[in-house]
């Protein structure tokens, strides 16, 4: 078997095209979306994922706003900037990018963050109304990788109504909220969170129709444990030296040749990543949409 691709990039250009409608019928009624980045440290990484967000906000209308603090910026002077943001009205959401450097409380640094600011949908508010509330009422912000992973399996067309899901990883991002989407009555899939901890991985993942691979260890989902069919989305991020090109490259949570077994592959790079950034768009343009009365 090989694989069908869950492509991303696709997928995002087809988001950002519905997007950029909306952003002119928003402009038109005088509203103007604008979304604020705040990038602490010089990690190249980091700085390479803002730089997307702002070529995305310029390709479908969005005004950007950056914030660029040095690596040794404290508590306070990051806290301060998101005062700002908080306040400034050109900022209709913002997002700090994650990791921050250490000896910074990221989670004060999220909480900080107005929830209906919040383009990342991270905040202990919003993630509480994910828990708390049923679809229909839910009217703030939802975390963008687990959205960019469920519309990409929809748009495919992969089943997940009654679905075993197993997710890979912990992480505040991705592991963690993904369940609560999943398990809504719509797409009412059944989930299985493993990490780095869980003591027979193999097993769990041999059940799944569909394997959400985030922990950040290259290579841990292999193709032994994929059962033949299934949907694999790699969303690992590992920068591994390759003696070839004597670089750092990017490397995914799930082995090349996992694409002879699975029914479906999103491949790293081209697969979640690209959706994350559209969500994330999305997140921006549905706040200005309530804000504006138009939802
Ligand atoms: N505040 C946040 N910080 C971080 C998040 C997040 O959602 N919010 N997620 C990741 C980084 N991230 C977005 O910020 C992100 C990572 C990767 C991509 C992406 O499009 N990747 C490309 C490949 C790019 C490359 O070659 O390096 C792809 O997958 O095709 C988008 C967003 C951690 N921090
Ligand atoms: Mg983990």
């Given at each position: 078997m090989s694989a069908v691709v869950l492509d991303g990039r696709a997928a995002a250009a087809a988001v950002k095209a519905d997007l950029t409608e909306r952003v002119t019928a928003l402009r038109a009624k005088g509203v103007v979306p604008g979304l604020g980045t705040v990038l602490v440290g010089e990690d190249p990484g980091s700085a390479s994922y803002v730089r997307g967000k702002h070529r995305d906000c310029a390709e479908v209308g969005i005004e950007s706003i950056r914030v660029e603090l040095p690596a040794t910026a404290t508590q306070a002077e990051i806290e301060s900037e998101i005062d700002r943001l908080n306040a400034d009205?050109?900022?209709?959401g913002f997002i700090v990018q994650?990791?921050?450097?250490?000896?910074?409380d990221a989670n004060r640094v999220l909480e900080a963050v107005a929830p209906d600011k919040d383009a990342d949908g991270l905040h202990p508010t919003n993630l509480g109304r994910l828990v708390l509330r049923v679809r229909e009422e839910i009217t703030s912000p939802l975390p963008c990788t687990p959205r960019g992973v469920i519309d990409l399996l929809l748009r495919h067309d992969v089943?997940?109504?009654g679905a075993e899901v197993v997710v890979v990883g912990r992480g505040v991002t991705v592991g963690r909220p993904i369940g609560l989407l999943l398990t809504?009555?719509?797409?009412?899939a059944t989930v299985t969170l493993c990490h780095?901890?869980?003591?027979?991985l193999s097993e769990h993942l041999r059940r799944a129709d569909v394997i959400v691979a985030?922990?950040?260890?290259?290579?841990?989902?292999?193709?032994?444990d994929v059962k033949p069919g299934a949907a694999v989305l790699d969303v690992g991020v590992s920068r591994v030296f390759d003696e070839a090109t004597g670089k750092n490259e990017l490397t995914g949570d799930?082995?090349?040749?996992v694409a002879e077994v699975a029914g479906f592959m999103a491949p790293n790079?081209?697969?979640?990543g690209p959706m994350t950034r559209a969500l994330l768009l999305t997140n921006v343009v549905e706040s200005a949409e309530r804000a504006a009365g138009l939802r």
């Open positions: 009205p050109a900022c209709t994650l990791p921050l450097p250490s000896g910074i089943p997940l109504d809504r009555r719509h797409p009412n780095t901890g869980t003591k027979d985030a922990a950040g260890v290259p290579g841990i989902v292999t193709r032994q799930v082995a090349l040749d790079p081209g697969g979640v």
